[in-house]
């Protein structure tokens, strides 16, 4: 299924940059499509390997606890983020939460 999605993104690459679609973005609509689906299989192949890797610490772990996994992760980034403006210093109390949902549960072992 990578291999699928590397093929995309490179396929979409390649059509964005035979249109000139990184020289001149206006009224390019080809580029633009080909601008889309190398999003579509770059994305897809690096949220395949984040759950590959996920697998490696969650073996057992379902999807949707894995994605549950990714949500707790990203909010932690957010509010460490935040906190450098000034304004993560009110949300950084609720960073507990997704610290312990990253704390293995006997079914994810």
């Given at each position: ?17 035979v ?15 080909g ?8 994305y897809g ?10 697998k490696?610490?969650?073996?057992k ?28 210093a009110?949300?950084?109390?609720t ?15």
């Amino acid at each position: 299924m990578i291999i699928l999605y590397i093929l995309i993104a490179v396929v979409g690459g390649v059509i964005a940059t035979v249109t000139g679609f990184f020289q001149d973005p206006s009224n390019n609509p080809v580029g633009a499509l080909g601008m889309i689906v190398f999003c579509i299989g770059f994305y897809g192949a690096v949220i395949h390997l984040w759950f590959k890797l996920l697998k490696v610490f969650y073996p057992k772990a379902s999807t949707g606890r894995l994605w549950g996994i990714t949500g707790y992760i990203l909010w932690i980034i957010v509010v460490v983020c935040l906190c450098f403006t000034g304004i993560g210093a009110i949300s950084l109390v609720t960073i507990k939460h997704p610290i312990r949902g990253l704390i293995p549960t006997s079914a994810d072992k």
